[in-house]
């Protein structure tokens, strides 16, 4: 019945054993498909594993095992495509790949999923300067300050030099 398969669910999921959780839940569903706490934990499931996979990615990114690191976040994008860090992150992989096209694509992603995510604009502004898309690069630096506000990092102070570099030089 729909309690004993929650049941299980929760037991699987105490136990770290994801797979044999979402199973139990996936039978309680069959049983009750509107039923929001079991939806509500196989989302949570979702992002459990997700979240396993990003940080497994970003141990693999900062060895410097760009490849790897770039199936691990795609691996967290499997279960849960509206993970603003799993793009940020695979972003950082595909620039260190020298792959900005596709950086930037993820960059976009994150900001799309996270308006707020700040360096996500610099990343991007960075890969459109890399692409020699200037006008696109501009905005985005622009855009990345106006977030910050009165913060003066290192990030902040390069994206305003930049920002006037290309301003002055017609770019």
Do not use: C, H
């Not at 770290?16 to 139990?24: I, W």
């Not at 396993?52 to 690191?69: I, R």
């Amino acid at each position: 019945n729909l309690s004993a398969y929650n049941y299980l669910g929760s037991a699987y999921y105490t136990k770290k054993d994801y797979r044999n959780a979402t199973l139990a839940y996936k039978n309680a569903l069959n049983l009750d498909p509107s039923n929001k706490d079991v939806i509500e934990a196989l989302n949570l499931i979702n992002q459990t594993q997700a979240e396993s996979f990003v940080e497994k990615g970003l141990a693999q990114y900062n060895k410097k095992e760009y490849w790897t690191s770039l199936a691990s976040f795609k691996q967290a994008l499997k279960y849960d495509g509206k993970n603003a860090y799993a793009y940020y992150y695979r972003g950082l992989s595909y620039d260190a790949l020298q792959k900005y096209d596709q950086a930037a694509l993820d960059y976009k992603k994150a900001i799309e999923l996270s308006a707020d995510f700040n360096i996500a604009y610099y990343s991007l502004a960075v890969d459109y300067d890399m692409l020699k898309n200037y006008a696109e690069a501009k905005k985005t630096y622009a855009k990345f300050i106006e977030i910050n506000g009165s913060n003066e990092d290192e990030y902040v102070k390069y994206a305003k030099e930049r920002l006037k570099y290309l301003k002055q030089n017609g770019q």
